[in-house]
Nanobody
Framework: QVQLVESGGGLVQPGGSLRLSCAAS????????MSWYRQAPGKERELVAG????????NYVDSVKGRFTISRDNAESTVYLQMNSLKPEDTAVYYC?????????WGQGTQVTVSS
């Protein structure tokens, strides 16, 4: 059974940092691309960052480039999202995602709130 469990969210002041983690199980983690999405209240879920199975290529939505870094540890079956210089507009529920056999798998999400 595929499981994705996010952690690391919380309340942070503008300009602060958070590191999200997503622990994966139930599939061959090192074989699949992993992604982070986010959904703010009243908005559609958007792709924030993605990383290839080997971790040798990443992509980011323009709004987080230079501030967020996605990485993975295939030995630990975990993907991370380091978020620096956080802004109020980064406030959202952040979700871990993978896709295989034509199906999307999601974690339960972790809330990130950026506010003074």
């Amino acid at each position: 059974q595929v499981q994705l469990v996010e952690s690391g969210g919380g309340l942070v002041q503008p300009g602060g940092s958070l590191r999200l983690s997503c622990a994966a199980s139930g599939f061959s983690f090192s074989d699949y691309r992993m992604s982070w999405y986010r959904q703010a209240p009243g908005k559609e879920r958007e792709l924030v960052a993605g990383i290839t199975s080997a971790g040798d290529s990443t992509n980011y939505v323009d709004s987080v480039k230079g501030r967020f870094t996605i990485s993975r540890d295939n030995a630990e079956s975990t993907v991370y999202l380091q978020m620096n210089s956080l802004k109020p507009e980064d406030t959202a529920v952040y979700y871990c995602n993978t896709r295989f056999h034509g199906r999307d798998y999601w974690g339960q999400g972790t809330q990130v709130t950026v506010s003074s």
